[in-house]
């Protein structure tokens, strides 16, 4: 295994998932109501790892089979992060938002599991960043792919624990809508920043 590989997986893993969106969010609303977040945790980070492993073996058989598709995910990918980027800025600029948790009464666990499936299996954005987007930066690393996809998961598992089990403490902090902001801008600046990567392999 390459630690700088694995380290480079880990890192683009966790730019990715750390941005804004529907999972994150039940996550971070499970966490503060402190309800089911074990199993909610282990379902996103797992579903994660079967996504990553999917991505960067299967991308990898598909360009091997048909070489212009790499590069049209490449650059495709770089668009959509581009525009992600750009969306995240003026969030950044204009948004007033702060985080919301509903005072709602305790869900069962299998309601609550089949919320989580639901915001991972059938969101778009988690298939085009574990699949689309980590499966193109793994091609740039042909024979390390393992590490590459090793590090992402374990960025996964990292994230969604911290987020999880850490979400009580950050209840002040995202309750102001300034915190938010500065989280957006700092996700429209790694997003611009893997897209350029994107651009120039490296």
């Known amino acids: 295994m390459s630690p700088s590989i694995f380290m480079t997986g880990f890192s683009m893993g966790l730019s990715l998932i750390v941005a804004i969106?529907?999972?994150?969010?039940?996550?971070?609303?499970?966490?503060?109501?402190?309800e089911h977040v074990l199993p909610v945790v282990l379902t996103c980070a797992l579903s994660d790892a079967v996504l990553i492993v999917f991505g960067v073996s299967s991308l990898a058989r598909a360009t091997a089979v048909l070489p212009w598709l790499e590069?049209?995910?490449?650059?495709?990918?770089?668009?959509?992060?581009?525009?992600?980027?750009?969306r995240s800025?003026?969030?950044?600029?204009?948004?007033?938002?702060?985080?919301?948790?509903?005072?709602?009464?305790?869900?069962?666990?299998?309601?609550?599991?089949?919320?989580?499936?639901?915001?991972?299996?059938?969101?778009?954005?988690?298939?085009?960043?574990?699949?689309?987007?980590?499966?193109?930066?793994?091609?740039?690393?042909?024979g390390q792919r393992p590490s590459f996809a090793l590090g992402a998961t374990c960025a996964s598992f990292v994230f969604f624990f911290a987020l999880g089990f850490g979400a009580r403490h950050l209840a002040p902090l995202f309750s102001r809508p300034v915190a938010w902001r500065i989280l957006e801008g700092i996700i429209a600046a790694v997003m611009w920043l893997i897209a350029l990567r994107l651009l120039t392999g490296g």
Request: with cysteine.
């Open 21 to 34: 969106g529907a999972q994150n969010a039940f996550v971070l609303r499970q966490g503060l109501k402190r």
């Open 71 to 86: 590069p049209v995910m490449r650059y495709g990918g770089a668009a959509f992060l581009i525009w992600y980027g750009d």
């Open 89 to 142: 800025l003026r969030s950044a600029l204009t948004s007033t938002e702060a985080l919301s948790v509903q005072n709602a009464g305790t869900s069962s666990l299998k309601a609550t599991l089949l919320t989580c499936m639901a915001l991972t299996w059938l969101n778009p954005h988690v298939w085009l960043d574990t699949v689309v987007l980590l499966g193109s930066i793994a091609s740039q690393f042909p």
